[in-house]
């Protein structure tokens, strides 16, 4: 995590708090397949928008994936996806709306060579989305976002995009191009069959999707959502850089840091209290059917 950023994992509270002057610690609960844990951050006392706190969700999705993974692995039915492989990288991925602010700044910010390679990808995924015209892209840009609790309209959306096989816009080869950044909802997307059998959304769908404790990219929507005052939306990854340019305001509006921390703080601690305390598999998890 960059040294400057607005909010910083840290290691210990006790030395961070002592050396930290300018900075809050926050204790943000989460819960993972071995219990009921907190992760301490410290908080700048300035400004910071949605994206700006992505980073922080991401380390506390790969805390709990790992988790999974290390119950898992020590049963008849280990997690079987590994990086370089990109079986489940021509579903469709949503974003959250910090997630998808948060991704245009760093395809914005890549090398150039790389940024080339990454925009031509998204120019020809959403071109290819668009012309299609699927239940959700038939209306313009804006209607790429939709509410959560749609499912019926998620499920018929997912499935007429992996009907596209189309290459996700971060792909490079057959690794993700941008793996340390890449979505929640590919952190989160881990399976116990073989990777062949991921081609194959039937297999996907009668179950071998691991279900987590708790979904990261859940509470990012439900934080963002009650901070902007709108129902939790979705951003479908081929038009992320179209919709995010159309919502840029969006995008440049600020909020206290601390009291953005303290927000996700409570609907983390709402997801805890509401979330299974332990990881399944064998069942499909609402982020495996956005994504
Ligand atoms: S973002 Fe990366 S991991 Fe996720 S679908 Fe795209 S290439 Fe695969």
Redesign the pocket.
Known sequence: MESNAVVQIVESRSVSSAGASDRIVFDLPLRTCDGVDTVSVAVADRPARLSDLVPTARTLADLAAAAAREHLGSTQTPVACRAGC?A??R?L?SLSVPEAFRIREEVFALPAEKRRMVLDGFITASQTVLNARGPVTSRPAESAEAPLERTDLLQELSDWYAALSLD????DGSS????DR??LV?REHLVTHAPSQCADRDATDTGHAVTLSMSLAEVLAQWSAELEGTDPQAVI?PLTLLWTQDNRRRGEQTWPAIHLVERLAAVLATAVERSAPEVRSGEKSEATEAA
């Open positions: 990109d489940c990288c579903y991925v996700c816009p971060m792909l993700c191009g941008m793996y890449r979505p590919c990854l």
